[in-house]
């Protein structure tokens, strides 16, 4: 069994793509200043082009972690990139729901 750095298949290649932006949209999202004054919905109405960008973030989030769940079971696809966008993925998922949590808490 040969584990490559890169992906093979268009799939793999789809999923670290999709995380690369996720990251971008993070970076994007932790340089913009929020206002934590406010809480529950109002927050949400405050804060509009942040929850936004953080709906975005958690979109890219699944759909990478999805993509790489199909390139490595379907595919066959064993790259180390791949699994890293999943770990991502995932961690992406459990931190949009803290996040949700903390704003009307």
């Known amino acids: ?6 992906p093979r298949t268009k799939l793999g290649q789809y999923s ?3 995380m690369a932006l996720t990251l971008i949209f993070f970076i994007v999202g932790s340089l913009m ?4 004054s406010y809480y529950g919905f109002k927050f949400i109405a405050k804060n509009q082009i942040h929850i936004a960008v953080l709906f975005i973030i ?3 989030g699944v759909l990478a972690c999805a993509l ?4 490595i079971d379907k595919k066959r696809d064993k790259s180390i990139l791949v699994l890293i966008s999943i770990i ?4 992406n998922i459990v931190g949009f729901f803290s ?3 903390h704003i009307f808490i």
């Open 88 to 91: 991502l993925g995932i961690n």
């Open 99 to 101: 996040f949700i949590a």
């Open 1 to 6: 069994m040969k584990i490559n750095f890169l």
């Open 68 to 71: 790489g769940f199909i390139a």
């Open 58 to 60: 958690f979109i890219l």
């Open 16 to 18: 670290v793509i999709t």
């Open 33 to 36: 200043s929020w206002d934590f």
